[in-house]
């Protein structure tokens, strides 16, 4: 092992991540929120061996250019769009991530998602708070049915195979897409049917993304596609914002098909700053949340773990458990 290899840790980390990296480097934390885009990181930054960065930092070929020293880019999150892999492959840089341990948090709220925007949960408490009830009516927040509606989900690895468990939990019909099938026994564990992305989009009650952000799957959901979703259905996204095309998602909650949206993820969500769309911000159908899927504690501790264990392994005998390949 190389004896205190310097370590850039972009914000504190929760668990015994720091502790871990602390025992094998010289570890230097960062200004939570700003991360690599410090002055004082970009003044030291020639020295530092290895980067542990969150998904707001954003690792480009400008900023390797500054890291002559740099073997590792060790990621707390599963996503790796923040990361040029392409560069950092170039230089010899490994690009570690995250993968696993935040599969069934990222399910979990992908799925209270579709249920708050099927049955108007974020309408209901806006109306609470602001004395609009004033006893049971009938007609109240009628929304859409969740139990024996079709699901479709976009990408199905870890995350969506876990929307497609709770999905059949609670009585819906699965369809998902990706590039290939699964194995047939795999496709009838999990209740699920292959079928095309446009079937999936015109058969489906409801679409969750659960696809990772590449040149393929940017803007992937187009003023086409949702154009040719069923009246009153639903658009969930809790993977990359840049999947979808936010002026014509607003389009399509005002004009239809679309009933309702729920959002955890932007078009417009960079290193340093968010800019929604203001159409969508001014719909009532619209549910969001500030890009939390996988923010439960346990489930962040155990991203800081992963992402110090490759690091301590990579030190250790260059061999982390998660590379990520370009
Ligand atoms: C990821 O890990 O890619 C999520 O977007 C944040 O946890």
Redesign the pocket.
Known sequence: MKSHPRIFVSGPLPGRAMEWLRAIGDVTLGEPGVGVRSPDFLAHAASFEALVTY?TDAVDRALLERLPALRLVANV???VDNIDVAACAERGVIVTN?PGV?TEA?ADLAFGLLLAASRRIAEGDRMVRAGGFHGFRFDTLVGARVHGATLGIVGFGRIGQAMARRARGFGMHVLYTQRTPLIPRLEAALGAAYVTMDELFKRSDAVSLHCPLTNETRGLVSAELLATMKPGSILINTARGACVDEAALANALREGPLGAAALD?FARESTSSVHIDQELLAQDNVVFTP?I??ADRSTRTA?AETAAENAVAFFRDGTPPNIVHN
Do not use: P
């Open positions: 998904l999150a599963v996503g995250t935040l990222t993820v890009h899927a996988s991203m």
